[in-house]
């Protein structure tokens, strides 16, 4: 005997977490502790009656409370299980709850809102319907649904609107059938609806991994997990250089994108890396940026015309930092943004940059501070990029800190605590991932000492005669230094870079003019902001031989001394006699070579031309040679390409590449040096630091020489990451420096290195702050005292800071726990999606028939590569997609003939080793989307498909009927927030009549979607006479059962749909709860910094520094005053708002298909 159902006794079934869910919803109080008190509270506020709590209880929760009450807990409907309580409660109104889907719809030609309508050939939500008058037209106003254009607002016209139309497929089926499909083409259909699901319910399932065009690992994904699981992505990737963080944005930026979170994205980095960002960006995740620049502005208004703003006609971009800073083009960014860009993500690379600058105790705003703080506030999400996030002063990280998430952190306090950081950084060095097994290929780096030269090197005796004459000569400080530490410099490097400085100072010490070397006027800002990498060489002279001109000048009389004049002298005519002759470290370099690579190249050019045939041969070893200076380089190259002529491809073995090349050039010099060794020649890549940044060269090189070593220690740290990053195959690397053992300053060069060393392997960030003080020390000159102020720098005080408020936050066990999470989650969104390289294939197979063409063809593996395919012969209305995957064109090369040259073979997994020779066709590739957008278009636009197909299977021996439905609720601006395909199998008999399909129960489904992934990759090849034969007779069968299926579809996915809804809200609830706690922690510290604010400052007559220092602190006292007063509105605005975004709009079901499961015992 069962009590009849009350309020009460229902809420008694429900647990104590559903309980303070729906007190919440109600917004009723209750304590958190004992259910009886709960149940109490709510039945106190006198806010829920019977049948309100029925319709608000899941299929589930309804189950469990009619079996508590001894009613049948069967069904699969959630309507007949409230109708149940409500009848057995005795409730006057016993009407179900309405379903949230109808089975059956009357067709309608006028659309309603939050109906789904086909308008120019996309698909669109509803918003709003303004009905005209009697003789006007209807006004609706859409929001686009489509993936490519999801969000994009249109209004219409409606009975003028050329081939407008109500979509409701519910009303139709699948439609009349009139044969089947083969099942591999409704496998690759149901693979294309499979792999574009998303959902927001779960933040700890992933998409982009999967659609990327990379190798996944796990480490990598890390910043993806911590970027959905907070309710803004603000996150700050602080990884060492060459881990990843490209592509660890990406990954953030291509989920938020898929589960359309982001409309408009914003990168802004150093202009070197620009040209890399966009083509990481559309090669590896299929996302196309413009990079906005002068050019960018002039083509838009040349072909938009004045009136319609660059910003406006596109809806991602890449702004190096000196463009940004320009008002012409940040003014009309702002106004484009508006106060708030919703759906919007800021990249920020390299955000130390955005960081306030640091030369004093109170680190002051500069420009490109003020800028980036502009920018940020109006931007949604904010991701910044950088592996030295802390100069070593509080104020300036927790400045920049602000500027990422200023509801969480204040400009004028750091983080005490390390766990505030925790939500919001991700912090690796390679030396904490070695530590652990199978992370990724972090190869070892071993840094070579090379000892050249004796005492009477002319190198080593130059360095003592421009000591003494420095010491003659130089004055302590002032613009008079600039030219001996500018010789100085340039003897490191090579006797030909010092000779031509020596030139210019002497010839500007005796008073005559000197125009060889280039013209006076330097380039204009204007000029070197378009130059992206650096000075070509012409102009690399002509500025610093003016400023050695300009600094000679400044030392008056001082060089007129007879002592000053015979050491000049004789600097001039030993440099002179040895400035085109190989240097020790050029004839150690050839050596070098002659070892690993070509033994002939140490060979004069007679005894090389009579050499063996296996001595002039290359080996597949390649090497990167740095120098500072372009005379250097010259001199290198000239020398290696006279010792390289004679042997088997000499020359073409050596390339340079130095600053003033175009894109093309330097893309081609990358592919070149990137690619397979017995299709490229190139053995020895000569550079100026032009390309330390921006480049990857670590394919097939693992070998880098220093000529001269930067004084600058991150400029040598970003040279040897062009090879030491990840995905080096090699599993040591090699860093070259030559010292001239007799030389005082290779001494002092030798402390640098080490700091280098100790920087890579141990500090992290405070590499930042050892630069810093290297490049301070360093800036007079290598002297007297110099070594020892090497060894002392990174002040203790400076390394301590860091130590607390950043490097805190790594560790291993940390590090262990994160990798083993996004490694579980991995494992489990692999499952979710289903995603093979080789059913990929099958897609691309099918996919490619569909459009009149063959299949692929398999190509011969390389090496240990993955598989290879050729593209078939394609219609023209494939040329854009295909010229994607053609060879790079050539600098001459007719558009004609480059587009009769084949596309490069495609790949279907990520290559071990980064290589240009081929494509990788990825989920996002623009080939494979062409591909899939075709399948999901099924029923809609495209009709190529009957949607219904019968496969054999061995793991039942019961025919089954399997229908299936693509359940999509929507939040605001028709962002999806969640999608899944509802699958409801059923026994089928031939022998039964109409209505004899009935599914059985919800494990029976979930076997069925197993069995259907079995039997799809289990098929053969082709389809046997039997299995046509077969399929006839199953024709006139199929429409009729799959409607007779619709119903419990729809069933399904109203118990689904709710469920859904239950989590989005407590994900909602969740993360507003958390923002609440943290606009409140953020209150308490404003009312504590405000109340405690003071600065003690010096303020000597006409300290200027200091006067910017104290009205910097005005300025931050003020913010933080306007940053008080904004924080009340925004702890009533902001939670709501994130509550807002999980708020679904609109549910939309429609028919995806039928299958047949046909068991091989039935023959």
């Known amino acids: 005997?069962?009590?009849?159902?009350?309020?009460?006794?229902?809420?008694?079934?429900?647990?104590?977490?559903?309980?303070?869910?729906?007190?919440?919803?109600?917004?009723?109080?209750?304590?958190?502790?004992?259910?009886?008190?709960?149940?109490?509270?709510?039945?106190?506020?006198?806010?829920?009656?019977?049948?309100?709590?029925?319709?608000?209880?899941?299929?589930?929760?309804?189950?469990?409370?009619?079996?508590?009450?001894?009613l049948s807990a069967s069904s699969r409907s959630r309507t007949e299980l409230a109708g149940s309580l409500l009848e057995a409660h005795g409730n006057v109104d016993t009407v179900p709850p309405k379903p949230l889907f109808a089975s059956r719809a009357e067709e309608r030609w006028l659309p309603r809102e939050r109906d789904i309508v086909l308008v120019r050939r996309r698909q669109w939500l509803v918003e709003r319907v303004a009905r005209g008058g009697e003789d006007?037209?209807?006004?609706?106003?859409?929001?686009?649904?489509?993936?490519?254009?999801?969000?994009?607002?249109?209004?219409?016209?409606?009975?003028?609107?050329?081939?407008?139309?109500?979509?409701?497929?519910?009303?139709?089926?699948?439609?009349?059938?009139?044969?089947?499909?083969?099942?591999?083409?409704?496998?690759?259909?149901?693979?294309?609806?499979?792999?574009?699901?998303?959902?927001?319910?779960?933040?700890?399932?992933?998409?982009?991994?999967?659609?990327?065009?990379?190798?996944?690992?796990?480490?990598?994904?890390?910043?993806?997990?911590?970027?959905?699981?907070?309710?803004?992505?603000?996150?700050?990737?602080?990884?060492?250089?060459?881990?990843?963080?490209?592509?660890?944005?990406?990954?953030?930026?291509?989920?938020?994108?898929?589960?359309?979170?982001?409309?408009?994205?914003?990168?802004?980095?150093?202009?070197?890396?620009?040209?890399?960002?966009?083509?990481?960006?559309?090669r590896r995740f299929g996302l196309r940026f413009e990079i906005f620049s002068r050019a960018f502005v002039a083509a838009s208004h040349r072909e938009r015309g004045f009136a319609v703003p660059p910003w406006s006609t596109f809806h991602r971009f890449i702004i190096t930092y000196q463009t940004l800073r320009r008002p012409e083009y940040l003014e009309p960014l702002l106004q484009q943004l508006g106060e708030r860009a919703r759906k919007s993500l800021l990249i920020l690379d390299e955000a130390h940059s955005a960081a306030p600058a640091t030369a004093s105790a109170y680190a002051v705003d500069s420009n490109t501070t003020k800028v980036v703080r502009e920018l940020a506030r109006r931007f949604d999400n904010r991701l910044f990029l950088s592996a030295t996030p802390h100069n070593g002063h509080s104020n300036s990280f927790a400045a920049l800190l602000e500027i990422l998430d200023p509801q969480r952190f204040t400009r004028t306090r750091s983080p005490g605590d390390p766990s505030a950081l925790e939500p919001v950084m991700v912090r690796r060095l390679k030396s904490d991932l070695r530590a652990l097994p199978n992370t990724g290929s972090f190869p070892e780096r071993r840094v070579v000492r090379l000892a050249v030269g004796s005492p009477d090197t002319p190198e080593v005796v130059l360095s003592s005669m421009l000591a003494e004459y420095t010491e003659l000569v130089a004055p302590e400080r002032g613009r008079g230094r600039l030219v001996f530490v500018n010789l100085q410099k340039r003897l490191l490097s090579s006797i030909a870079a010092f000779a031509s400085t020596l030139e210019v100072h002497a010839e500007s010490a005796t008073g005559k003019k000197v125009v060889a070397l280039g013209a006076e006027d330097e380039p204009g800002e204007d000029e070197r902001d378009d130059e992206p990498y650096g000075e070509d060489d012409e102009t690399e002279n002509a500025r610093l031989a003016s400023e050695v001109r300009q600094a000679t000048r400044a030392l008056g009389e001082r060089a007129a001394g007879e002592r000053p004049r015979e050491l000049l002298a004789s600097m001039r005519a030993l440099a002179g006699t040895h400035a085109r002759a190989p240097d020790e470290k050029m004839k150690a370099l050839r050596t070098w070579i002659a070892e690993h690579q070509c033994a002939a190249v140490a060979l004069d050019p007679e005894a090389r031309r009579k050499a063996p045939a296996t001595a002039r041969r290359w080996t597949d070893t390649r090497v990167i040679v740095f120098t500072e200076y372009a005379d250097t380089k010259n001199a290198i190259v000239r020398y290696l390409?006279?010792?390289?002529?004679?042997?088997?491809?000499?020359?073409?073995?050596?390339?340079?590449?130095?600053g003033g090349i175009g894109d093309e050039r330097r893309d081609a010099i990358q592919r070149a040096f990137n690619g397979p060794p017995a299709e490229h020649p190139v053995r020895v890549l000569v550079c100026t630091d032009a390309a330390r940044e921006g480049l990857n060269l670590q394919a097939y090189c693992a070998d880098l020489f220093h000529v001269d070593v930067p004084w600058n220690p991150g400029r040598m740290e970003q040279r040897n990451g062009r090879i030491d990053r990840t995905l080096q195959p090699a599993e040591t690397v090699r860093c070259h420096y030559f010292v001239y053992p007799d030389r005082a300053e290779d001494r002092v060069l030798e402390v640098l290195v080490e700091k280098v060393q100790t920087i890579e392997k141990e500090l992290g960030s405070l590499g930042a702050v050892i630069a810093e003080e290297l490049g301070t020390t360093l800036a007079r000159g290598i002297g007297k005292g110099t070594r020892e102020a090497l060894d002392a720098a990174g002040s203790p005080a400076r390394r301590s800071k860091i130590r607390a408020e950043l490097e805190s936050a790594r560790g291993i066990d940390r590090l262990r726990a994160e990798i083993d999470e996004a490694g579980s989650i991995l494992k489990s969104s692999r499952k979710l999606l289903a995603f093979q390289p080789e059913l990929l294939r099958r897609v691309l197979d099918e996919g490619l028939a569909l459009a009149g063409a063959g299949p692929l063809t398999p190509l011969p593996a390389e090496g240990d590569g993955p598989a290879r395919f050729a593209l078939p012969e394609l219609p023209e209305s494939w040329t854009p997609v295909v010229d994607g995957m053609r060879p790079a064109r050539g600098a001459d090369e007719p558009e004609h003939v480059w587009r009769r040259r084949p596309p490069r073979p495609v790949?279907?997994?990520?290559?071990?080793?980064?290589?240009?020779?081929?494509?990788?066709?990825?989920?996002?590739?623009?080939?494979?989307?062409?591909?899939?957008?075709?399948?999901?278009?099924?029923?809609?636009?495209?009709?190529?498909?009957?949607?219904?197909?019968?496969?054999?299977?061995?793991?039942?021996?019961?025919?089954?009927?399997?229908?299936?439905?693509?359940?999509?609720?929507?939040?605001?601006?028709?962002?999806?927030?969640?999608?899944?395909?509802?699958?409801?199998?059923?026994?089928?008999?031939?022998?039964?009549?109409?209505?004899?399909?009935?599914?059985?129960?919800?494990?029976?489904?979930?076997?069925?979607?197993?069995?259907?992934?079995?039997?799809?990759?289990?098929?053969?090849?082709?389809?046997?006479?039997?299995?046509?034969?077969?399929?006839?007779?199953?024709?006139?069968?199929?429409?009729?059962?799959?409607?007779?299926?619709?119903?419990?579809?729809?069933?399904?996915?109203?118990?689904?749909?709710?469920?859904?809804?239950?989590?989005?809200?407590?994900?909602?609830r969740e993360e507003a709860t958390a923002l609440s706690k943290i606009l409140e922690a953020q209150r308490t510290t404003l009312e504590r910094e405000l109340a405690g604010r003071q600065l003690t400052l010096d303020l000597a007559p006409g300290d200027r520094d200091a006067e910017k220092q104290r009205d910097q602190w005005e300025a931050d006292r003020r913010h933080l005053e306007r940053r008080r007063r904004e924080l009340e509105k925004e702890r009533e605005e902001e939670p709501r708002a994130l509550e807002a975004l999980y708020a679904v709009a609109r549910r939309r079901l429609v028919p995806v298909g039928l299958v047949y499961l046909w068991p091989e015992t039935r023959g």
């Open 641 to 658: 390409r006279a010792a390289a002529d004679g042997t088997d491809g000499g020359e073409d073995r050596v390339l340079e590449l130095a």
């Open 1 to 70: 005997m069962h009590d009849t159902p009350s309020t009460r006794s229902v809420l008694t079934v429900l647990t104590k977490l559903r309980l303070l869910e729906l007190a919440r919803d109600l917004e009723v109080a209750v304590p958190a502790g004992k259910k009886e008190l709960q149940v109490d509270g709510l039945l106190a506020s006198g806010r829920l009656a019977f049948r309100g709590i029925v319709e608000r209880l899941g299929r589930d929760e309804l189950r469990a409370v009619c079996a508590a009450h001894g």
């Open 136 to 282: 006007e037209a209807t006004r609706v106003s859409l929001v686009c649904l489509d993936d490519d254009n999801a969000g994009q607002t249109l209004d219409v016209l409606w009975e003028i609107e050329l081939g407008a139309q109500v979509i409701q497929p519910e009303t139709k089926g699948l439609g009349e059938v009139s044969g089947f499909d083969s099942p591999h083409a409704f496998g690759s259909y149901l693979l294309a609806l499979r792999w574009n699901l998303v959902t927001a319910t779960d933040a700890r399932l992933f998409q982009s991994p999967f659609r990327a065009g990379i190798k996944i690992l796990t480490h990598q994904l890390t910043p993806l997990r911590k970027a959905l699981a907070l309710p803004r992505a603000n996150l700050f990737i602080a990884d060492d250089v060459g881990l990843g963080k490209t592509i660890e944005a990406g990954l953030v930026l291509s989920e938020l994108v898929l589960r359309q979170r982001v409309d408009f994205a914003l990168i802004v980095c150093p202009a070197s890396v620009a040209v890399q960002w966009q083509g990481e960006m559309e």
């Open 907 to 1068: 790949v279907l997994e990520a290559p071990e080793v980064w290589s240009d020779s081929t494509v990788h066709v990825h989920l996002e590739h623009p080939f494979v989307q062409r591909i899939l957008t075709r399948f999901r278009a099924q029923g809609f636009s495209a009709h190529d498909l009957s949607r219904v197909t019968v496969l054999p299977t061995r793991a039942d021996d019961e025919v089954r009927a399997v229908a299936i439905g693509r359940l999509s609720l929507f939040g605001p601006r028709a962002t999806r927030l969640h999608d899944e395909l509802v699958v409801v199998a059923a026994p089928w008999f031939e022998s039964a009549r109409d209505g004899h399909l009935v599914p059985r129960s919800a494990k029976e489904d979930a076997e069925a979607v197993r069995d259907i992934e079995s039997a799809l990759l289990a098929l053969p090849a082709g389809r046997s006479k039997k299995h046509e034969a077969l399929e006839r007779s199953l024709v006139p069968h199929a429409a009729k059962d799959f409607a007779a299926l619709w119903r419990f579809v729809t069933e399904e996915a109203d118990a689904r749909a709710l469920a859904a809804e239950q989590k989005l809200k407590a994900r909602a």
